[in-house]
Structures are given as C-alpha cells and as structure tokens.
C-alpha cells in the first residue's frame, strides 16, 4: 500500500488504482486495509484528478483511525490528504483543523514529509481564512524546520515566494 500511495502521490494513478484494488481484494476482511490504507490512495488519487469532494467524503470514514499505526503508511496520512482537499475547497478552516491535527502529534509523523509539510499547509490554510500573521508564523516555522534543505526543490521555493507575498500583504495593510 506504501508503494501504491507514493504511485498515487506521484501521478501514477492507474498504477496506484490497479495496486489498491488488489490489496483490497487479498484482504476484504482486513480493517486496516479497507478502512485506512485503500480509502487513502484513493482520495489521492482523485486530488490528482482535480476533484476534491471526491477526497473529503471518501476519507470521511478514516478519521476514526487517523491516528493507527498500520505498518504500511502512518504518519497522519488521511488527515494531510483530507486537508489538502480542503485547501483545494477553499475551506481553510477545515484544512486548517486537519494540519493542526498533525502538528499535535508530532510522535506520530514528525519523521516523514508529512510532520514538517503540516507547518506549510497550515499557512495556507491560515491565508485562506483571512488570518495572514498565524500565517506568517507557520511559514517562519516551516522555513525553520527546512532551513538545511535544498534551496532549488520547488515546495521550499513555493513556501519562500508564498512567505515573502504575506509579508508585502501586512506591509501594504499598515
């Protein structure tokens, strides 16, 4: 299921697809296959396929086991993508809910992209309900955290020209 994530993640999703399927066929009775790992690479899959409804109802039934331990992918993944999908709603108050989620527990994905990424899809969500100084803030947080990385991978340039754009919008507010 990790492999069909990443597929999925990637924009392989008829490969991420064909994979689901049959690890949901291998294990219909199987609780943390059907109700955790397949009912979250669908969803991402559908956010590649620009339709993020499709991602908050089909995660809707995963939030009782956002924070399992499946031994396949943990890290609060149904709740990033759920937040991701809100952010593509325009619902920052939701996503926000989501990545908050994350940032509370730290034990559970601080390891994997998703601790870290949590910083900088709260500021986004953040912008989106207006509040553009706990914006600022989560995107100092998040550069902090990524201050050693690479300088030309594209989410890291993207958070830097989306930090700088919230402190123009402050300083044109003043």
Sequence with gaps: MLLALALARSGRTVEAERLADEVSQEAPLDTTVQRYLV????????????????PVDLLRGTV?????????????????????????????????????????????????????????????????????????????EFLKIWKDADPDLPIYRQAKAEYASSRNIDHQTR
């Design 64 to 140: 009782h086991y956002d924070l399992a331990f499946s031994q396949s992918f943990d890290y609060l993944y149904p709740a990033y993508i759920r937040g991701l999908a809100y952010l593509e709603l325009g619902d920052g108050r939701s996503a926000g809910g989501e990545y908050q989620k994350l940032i509370d527990n730290p034990g559970l994905c601080w390891e994997f992209i998703t601790g870290p990424l949590a910083r900088l899809q709260l500021a986004r969500a953040e912008r989106l309900r207006g509040d553009n100084a706990s914006a600022r803030e989560s995107y100092e």
């Design 39 to 54: 009912p979250t690479v669908r969803p991402a899959i559908k956010l590649l396929q620009h339709d993020p409804k499709a």
